[in-house]
């Protein structure tokens, strides 16, 4: 199974340990990590199912682009990283 873990800063919004859940691809992991933590995906998605600006995704280590990103397929043990992007001056 997928591995998904949260930084730190997102304590409250999801697993800030790796924990295995269901999913063919990132979104099916989110989905099946919602059940547990329910933040989770009004955190990461905006209201039209698209990943929001301040979220980052990584797969295995590698910074994902935006378009696309939940439709990746993972493969068993992929770890997937939730990050909150910073942006300003």
Do not use: W
């Not at 998605?45 to 995704?57: A, E, S």
């Not at 994902?64 to 939940?70: E, H």
Request: hydrophobic share 45%.
């Amino acid at each position: 199974m997928p591995i998904l873990v949260c930084t730190r800063h997102l304590a409250n919004i999801g697993p800030c340990e790796p924990v295995e859940f269901d999913g063919g691809d990132v979104r099916a992991v989110l989905d099946a990590a919602a059940k547990d933590h329910p933040r989770l995906k009004s955190y990461v998605l905006d209201d039209h199912g698209v990943l929001r600006k301040h979220v980052v995704i990584f797969i295995d280590g590698v910074m994902q682009k935006r378009a696309g990103v939940l439709d990746a397929p993972l493969l068993q043990g992929s770890e997937v990283c939730v990050f909150q992007a910073l942006s300003g001056g």
